[in-house]
């Protein structure tokens, strides 16, 4: 690891002028940041812990009825407080182990955005908008390719807020090593439409795959999605699976979602 | 009623104490009063000339005190092969000069180019990044069938090929088992691959050098299991230090698995620096440095074929192996796919005709060498699935094939140069059937095809030929080593004892189990005997602990020690007792002159021993302290059979162990719980290989898997509660406890019951496979029923 400074600012704005310094980055959990510095691949002259924040912290829900998450609030804290929306609560469940879910925040797992993590599918299958310092993105539009995002330098991710659906759910078949998702389909339906989205699936990271909408959309059952499977053509071919096999598990986990969800 | 003490209890484990609570002392835990630190600077590239190094300005860096080059390895040893194979042919085999750090080329990804010594670990690492490395990359020598084609890149330009031997057993043998070949009724053909492992122990290595300017005298403190043979190897062959002027420590060490059994070059650096600089330099293995320098296990690419009559025997096995030595030879490297496995190819069967083919290969990847099993697993491995493919070819039940097949008469002399002692193979079947449950297994398929899943069960046999000796005949199969082991019992003037064993205990329970040896030798409790280990200083030469060795023949050294001590004892006794020795008894910590009621307590002649007062001098010297070598006739031979249930997934390809049962003949055993801990712990890692481990490489030599992130490791909730069964008991015949060892048997014995249950599961769903190929993950299984 190299030398750093350390701020841990207790308010947005502070935050945000903290980061003005050149090189800045925000600290959420450090889950995914921390074991990179050790490694020596990132070297942020300053790290910003949004820990302190208290604005940034917790579950609460809107006048709309989203359910509306701090951007610094632990996997584990959305495990157990997001009960109103299951699908959601599950996914954090699933994430890591315990520590990482006591460290984790679904700010710096968005702001990451990992081919292979589970937030982006949540958010981008329930439409979420992402609330930041600055202004708020559509799912749709936030979410850029692996490891990219709308997010500009220095933008923090405060609160993410989530429509709840009518029925969701979250599945995911776990990469043998790391745990992470091989893939993971998230299904949310809404009143207006079902929104299908997939994560590790994809070489340009997570996407919605609109032929399961579709079908969805008409008759919300497995079987409507039963002879279905997404091209093979983008998708990861690694050590663990081929970009065929991950064609197929978005299938099977498509039906499995669309079954627990009913 | 159970015992509560002495053989064959099951006291707790001492040392999970300190183990336990924080206490233990680790070589990390160790620091030398003013250490440096040293960081290597290792080759990203699997393959390349060394053009040039420029240090000039990584030695200005803060901190630094010496950067060190293969420059300044010159004249210096260079790290040693234990073991020198001879080829088919009668030549020995080609071996590598293995200098400290590179010199003139890199060979595999983590090779070393340069060594920073500074004054802590991240000036040496910042000092790292600041070396100016030229290499000229080179095509990497990746795939072993590839290396040994006409024309391929040679990994050492001074070889004349990467071929290191072409190993044929035994030799003698070929032209009649081609012929039975010939005469065959029906020949099975399987090929496969041994997937390359890393062993991951718990604790990454860490080596100290120290240097006493004033006596002149070095100190390495290192992660090992063996510091004798360490010292033995630096001294002699690396550094030029005699034994009386080199001191190897080995403390608590957290997990070995074979990996720690090896003479590395990190060892021999720290040394040699700190002499170099007068001051000691420590060096702490990452865990990511671990998968790309601690030494890699099996890589083994096979074509077996076994030759069965009309009537469903064995007649004849003929196996053509590869096996990936990486890039330079490791410690023991040669021996493994040799002695280690062509030996166990008769497995548990009378197969009267066996060839066995190796040629060891050169690649540009990590050096591989012995792994828990080393060898027995790999021979296991294709003699287990060729025979369970032979019953489905045959169509006639995999348990009744082998039974059918199984050597009954002992001792038994394998074609295979081996004589097994003791076994019953009949007996370890029974039990395992029995746990197995197997009469209940279509119930419990049709329950799992209700819910949609395949299920299968696996079932093979395996023989874990531990101990390896005797010393004379393992030198002419070329060890460069003794295989005997030693221990000093040290009896105290108030009666207790400390035992120095040249065994070495990381993490098997030595503390533990040795003393319940000698308590129920002599009849006293326990908690009266220490065992020491791990230090030169104050243990004598001994050989260590790998193969299952431990109990076998480091436990005998000590009961041919006590003996002594026993005699020793019973001369005091008679003195004190004023009787004949040979009327003297021992029993509860007693000595008793026969058919009276006089007697001595263990702890009266001990300290008669060191308080000579009334004592016959004249006889026999005061003390009470005595040791003993022990090289054993033979290697044992523990076996067992082994069964798996598995469930399999046929929407995702995953597969799960619903069931996992063992039944082990371990010959007598001192403490059952630690053996089971054993083979618990063996199954664990066997599963691991079977559906979870892969040490991959890509064809530019870089390693896919070189973190957690894609290196599998097994996990708790990847293994069932295993069933374990010790029953069976047949006695080693040639050691004085009986005992067999036990050590790597699970890890030798799950893997084929893994895979022959996965084949057997998803054949049940009409999927016309006979083979996947290890690690069986979601991926490949998906991909064996989808053509
Ligand atoms: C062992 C292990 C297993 C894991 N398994 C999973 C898994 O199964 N599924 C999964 O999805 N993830 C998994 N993760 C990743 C985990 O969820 C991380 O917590 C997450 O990816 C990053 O969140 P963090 O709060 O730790 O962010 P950090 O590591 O602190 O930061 C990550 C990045 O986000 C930036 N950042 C942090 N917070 C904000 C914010 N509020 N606004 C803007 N930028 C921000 C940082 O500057 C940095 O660039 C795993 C991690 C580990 C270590």
Known sequence: M????????????????????????????????????????????????????????GICTGDDGALCIGGATT??????????????????????????????????????????????????????????????????????????????????????????????????????????ALVGVFVAKYADGVRVAVTGASEDGVFRWSEAEAALSGNFSADAVADMAPSADGLISDLHGSAAYRAHLVSVLTRRAVAAAN | MPKDSGIGASPKRREDVRFLSGTGNYTDDIQVNGQAYVHFLRSDIAHAKIIGINLDAASAMPGVIKIFTGADFEGVGGIPCGWQVTDRHGEPMQEPAHPVLAQGKVRYVGDQIAAVVAETLEQARDAAEAIEVDLEELPAVVDMKAALAEGATKVHDDLTSNLCYDWGFVEENKPAVDAAFEAAAHVTTLELRNNRLVANPMEPRVAIGDFNRATGESTLYTTSQNPHVIRLLMGAFVLGIPEHKLRVVAPDVGGGFGTKIFHYAEEAFCTFAAKALNRAVKWTST???????????????????????????????????????????????????????????????????????????????????????????????????????????????????????????????????VEYDTGDYHGTMDALEKMADLSGFETRRKESEARGKLRGFGVN????????????????????????????????????????????????????????????????????????????????????????????????????????????????????????????ELKDGAFSVAGTDKSVAWGDVTLAAYVPHNYPLEDIEPGLEETAFYDPANFTYPSGAYACEVEVDPDTGKVTIEAFNAADDFGNIINPMIVDGQVHGGIGQGIGQALLENAAYDENGQLLSASYMDYAMPRASDVPFYGVDHSSQTPCTHNPLGVKGCGEAGAIGSPPAVVNAVVDALRSGGHDIHHIDMPVSPSRVWQAMNG
Not at chain 1, 2 to 16: G, R
Request: aromatic letters at 8%; hydrophobic letters at 40%.
């Open chain 2, 461 to 584: 046999c395996y023989i874990e030929a531990c101990g390896i000796a005797p010393s004379n005949l393992v030198g002419q199969l070329g060890a460069r080593a003794g295989l005997y082991e030693s221990a000093t019992v040290r009896v105290n003037a108030t009666g207790g004892i400390v035992v120095m064993t040249g065994s070495h205990s990381h993490g098997q329970g030595h503390e533990t189990s040795f003393p319940q040896v000698i308590a129920e030798m002599i009849g006293i409790d326990e908690s009266m005997v220490e065992i020491e280990h791990g230090d030169t200083a104050n243990t004598p030469m001994g050989m260590g602990t790998y193969g299952s060795r431990s109990i076998a023949v480091g436990g005998s050294a000590m009961v041919r020690a006590t003996e002594k001590i026993i005699a020793k004892a019973k001369k005091i006794a008679a003195h004190l007792m004023e009787a004949a020795e040979a009327d003297i």
């Open chain 2, 287 to 417: 865990r990511s440095e671990a998968f790309i320098s601690d030494a890699h296990g099996r890589d083994h690419v096979t074509k077996i074929e076994l030759a069965l009559d009309a009537d469903n025997n064995f007649t004849a096995l003929r196996t053509d192996t590869y096996a990936n030595m990486g890039a330079y030879l490791s410690t023991f490297a040669p021996s493994v796919p040799t002695w280690l496995h062509g030996t166990l190819m008769a497995g548990n069967y009378k197969t009267p005709l066996i060839y066995v083919n190796v040629k060891a290969v050169f690649t540009n990847t990590v050096p591989v060498d012995a792994y828990r099993g080393a060898g027995r697993p790999e021979a296991t491995y294709q003699l287990e699935r060729v025979i369970d493919k032979a019953a489905r070819e045959l169509g006639v039940d995999p348990i009744a094939l082998r039974r059918q097949n199984f050597i009954t008469e002992f001792p038994y002399a394998t074609p295979v140069a």
């Open chain 1, 75 to 180: 996997h584990a804290d959305v495990a157990a407080g997001a009960g109103a929306y299951a699908g959601l609560a599950g996914l954090a469940a699933g994430i890591g182990d315990p520590a990482v879910r006591a460290r984790g925040t679904i700010g710096g797992s968005l702001a990451n955005n990992d081919p292979a993590a589970c937030y982006p599918a949540g958010a981008l299958a329930s439409g979420a908008t992402i609330v930041t310092n600055a202004r708020e993105i559509a799912a749709d539009d936030y979410f850029q390719g692996m490891f990219t995002t709308a997010l500009e330098e220095g933008e923090i991710i405060t609160e993410v807020r989530f429509p709840v659906p009518e029925a969701s759910n979250y599945q995911k078949f776990e990469q043998p090593a790391s745990r992470f």
């Open chain 1, 2 to 57: 190299y030398n750093f400074d350390f701020e841990k600012p207790s308010t947005i704005a502070d935050a945000v002028s903290a980061l003005g310094t050149e090189d800045a980055q925000a600290l959420g959990g450090g889950q995914t940041l921390l074991p990179t510095m050790k490694q020596r691949l990132a070297s942020p002259s300053k790290l910003v812990s949004l820990k302190g924040i208290a604005e940034m912290q």
